[in-house]
């Protein structure tokens, strides 16, 4: 049967990729090449637009401010690191002294308080009380005295004898008295400048009781008024007043405080030494074998518990101190050879044993002379001029120094560092100059 056509049916067709419209800037890219085309037909491109096109390519590049970035900050780099160098300029000489080895086996030397030859010596004096809590074993009525330390000055030039129950006198009246007859040496020179002289002693109140409990005060000699010597010898306290009481009292056993007297022993002695170490001056030496220890009982005080009782001492430290370089230079005497105008140091001092000779007086302030032995190893480096080395090394040459330290016959030998490097003479600022010393080549 013929069909119509309005009968027949057209299959849709599948999209093919020739039948994806072509977009219009692919026509363009398409179309022929200018050169193919007759000049005629396209006007010329201006040429100012043609230099500003690439003018602003060349602006718009990250290439060259990079590089330019670069340069300023490594110029900038090198003119911070040359201004630090010349801001930190200067020198530094560092030496090796002159040194001997010397050894000491029993040596006796001598010193003493007040000549003018030889080594002199000074007394470092103080005193700690202490006191360690006991356990109360009973009660007990007490009646006693206050006691403490007090240091007598004696402004005159010759010695003073106090005999025993000797008088000193508070501003309020109060009187506490020595126990012992004394001597208080006369005044000295120390350090160029006259001194009084001074003695350390313990005192007790007049009367029992604890009003006489006071704390540091002055004192005058009752018994000296209307003479010189009231002016020119008095007192000052050491230590205040303490221990003065009536009344029943806690007491420990006899056990309990003889345990405790040797752990306050110990203790005291310890501190006293660390104290008397502390007070020396940086240029002094103390040995604590050169030194003597005593302990006075302290009248027993409360404790806050009520089974308790506090045993109290009060422990006492003389010791002799030596100028280290005074020191230095009477040891190394016959062992090693020192020019006039050279001076030693021995920096192990410390490590010697220093002790008395024979049996010396427990108040090291009686004596005016002590001999001592001393034992161990140790160096002696001389001293050389530091100031003096540093001023002939001002704006020197680096090849001067051989020459310079001809004048310096206690330095074995030195090295040198200036900065900055490029330079090669020291500065003219002599606070820009460094010296040190090497006890090691």
Partial sequence: ??????????????????????????????SPDHQFLHKENYPPEPQEDLNAYHQNNKNN????????????????TLVIIFALLLIFNGATLTYVPKSSAISFNEDVYTASKTSDKGLL??????????????????????????????????????????????????????????????????????GGKEQPGTLEVRVLAENYGEDFNIG????????????????????????????????????????????????????????????ARAQV????????????????????????????TMINMRGNLSGLMFKRSDLSNQLSLNKITVNPGESVTIPELKSLELTFVGILSVDLLLPNEIEFTVTGDATAVWQTDEVALKADLIGKHKKDIPSILKNYPTVLSATVTIRPFWKSSFPRDGSRITIKKSLTE
């Fill in 1 to 30: 049967m013929t069909k119509n056509i309005e009968d027949i049916i057209i299959p849709e067709r599948k999209r093919s990729i020739r039948d994806i419209p072509i977009p219009e800037r692919r026509k363009k890219q398409e």
């Fill in 61 to 76: 590049s990250p290439f060259p401010q990079k590089r330019l970035w670069l340069i300023v900050t490594a110029v900038s």
């Fill in 121 to 190: 010596y000074s007394i470092v004096k103080l005193s700690v009380d202490k006191g360690v809590e006991v356990p109360a074993s009973g009660e007990v009525e007490v009646v006693r005295k206050a006691s403490g330390v007090i240091i007598i000055y004696n402004n005159n030039n010759a010695s003073q004898r106090l005999r025993a129950t000797t008088r000193f006198e508070t501003p309020d009246g109060k009187i506490y008295q020595i126990e012992d007859s004394i001597i208080v040496p006369g005044r000295s020179i120390v």
């Fill in 216 to 275: 540091l005060s002055d004192f005058t000699l009752p018994g000296l008024q209307g003479t010189s010597l009231f002016s020119t010898i008095y007192a000052r306290s050491k230590t205040e007043m303490t221990g003065g009481f009536v009344g029943t009292e806690k007491i420990a056993s006899e056990q309990d405080r003889r345990q405790a007297k040797i752990e306050l022993d110990a203790l005291l002695r310890e501190e006293l030494i660390s104290e």
């Fill in 281 to 308: 001056p940086e240029d002094f030496i103390m040995f604590p074998s050169l030194s003597s220890v005593t302990f006075d009982d302290l009248p027993q005080t409360q404790s806050q518990s009520e089974d308790t």
